[in-house]
């Protein structure tokens, strides 16, 4: 029981980091006034180019603190990239956001599917890795892991709440997605705050594709995706009111659901419990539960939801 309860812990921690990574990063694009629902597919761009800096580096002498830098680098890399097609197409052209995101996430996968095709010859749709550079197991229990994200993610969720709410920079981002006339009546320059809100959404979905893949599995399928984990931290970061030390709390309870999906078998044995698929308990029922609950809480919650007042809303210079 005791081994079970730590898998289910270690678990936790994986996907609670995923999950806060993007939902943070939805939350710093939506503070800006731009909606960013094409976090499912920037994880998987960013994840895409991430991996295949890991995959490529191994076995070729590079120390390893090298790969790890070089490995989050061109997940980062990767998000900002594929980000900046939704702030150009959205800010600079004023294209319906919503729009813009559902092709953002139908394009990603279509793309990486395409390419992880071509560098294996049309033979395979799967990235092979190491991924005990980021892993470490407490007193050698294969039943609990720490990996390196976990304290990547603690620091990312202060300095989130530092820089939105007592630095200039947040000051400024949050003023263009609640007023962005007045924000400009100042000297702020609107496009560029939403830029860099897009960007920083598109870092930290790369970042979170990696929290997710890269612990829980050796080889990652194109053809999967990120499981819908970019849809479930748009949930996270609305039920989250888009403040980030709320998401962190939040993130940690979409994830305990997430967790026992792969860990309910064994904690109900140890209970002496009896599950099976003919009496309807599988890993499928408890991996829908947070994407229902979800759904639950935006219904009742949605009323009382304060989003930015902006967001959605292309900015046009001329009409202050």
């Given amino acids: 029981m005791d081994n079970q309860i730590l898998l289910l812990i270690s678990y936790m921690l994986t996907f609670c980091i995923s999950l806060m990574f993007v939902a943070l990063g939805g939350m710093f694009s939506e503070r800006s006034g731009v909606i960013n629902i094409g976090l499912e597919g920037i994880m998987v761009v960013g994840g895409f180019f991430g991996l295949l800096t890991l995959s490529g580096l191994s076995n070729t002498g590079t120390p390893g603190f090298i790969i790890v830098i070089l490995t989050i680098l061109a997940a980062i890399i990767g998000?900002?990239?594929y980000s900046l097609l939704l702030a150009v197409v959205c800010v600079q052209f004023k294209a319906d956001q919503t729009l813009v995101g559902t092709a953002l996430n139908l394009i990603a996968t279509a793309v990486t599917l395409t390419a992880t095709k071509?560098?294996?010859?049309?033979a395979a749709t799967t990235i092979n890795y190491d991924s005990s550079l980021f892993i470490y197991h407490p007193g050698g229990n294969p039943n609990f892991s720490i990996n390196l994200f976990l304290?990547?993610?603690?620091?990312v969720l202060i300095i989130s709440a530092f820089v939105l709410y007592k630095l200039r920079f947040g000051l400024r981002l949050r003023s263009c997605g609640e007023n962005p006339s007045a924000a400009d009546s100042v000297g702020i320059n609107v496009k560029k705050y939403r830029y860099a809100g897009v960007l920083i959404s598109g870092a930290l979905g790369g970042l979170g594709a990696l929290a997710y893949i890269?612990?829980?599995?050796?080889?990652?399928?194109?053809?999967?995706?990120?499981?819908?984990f970019g849809f479930l931290a748009l949930a996270i970061m609305i039920f989250g009111q888009w403040k980030p030390l709320r998401i962190g709390i939040i993130s940690v309870f979409f994830s305990f659901f997430l967790s026992l999906s792969y860990v309910y078998f064994g904690i109900f044995s140890a209970l002496g419990i009896t599950v099976s698929a003919e009496n309807g308990v599988t890993s499928e029922l408890f991996r829908i539960i947070p994407f229902l609950v979800s759904l639950i809480v935006l219904i009742f919650s949605s009323k009382k939801s304060r989003a930015p007042k902006a967001e959605g809303i292309p900015y046009d210079k001329s009409s202050r």
């Fill in 79 to 81: 998000g900002m990239i």
């Fill in 118 to 122: 071509k560098m294996s010859g049309g």
């Fill in 214 to 228: 890269i612990p829980t599995t050796s080889t990652w399928n194109a053809s999967t995706g990120v499981a819908g």
């Fill in 151 to 155: 304290f990547i993610g603690i620091i």
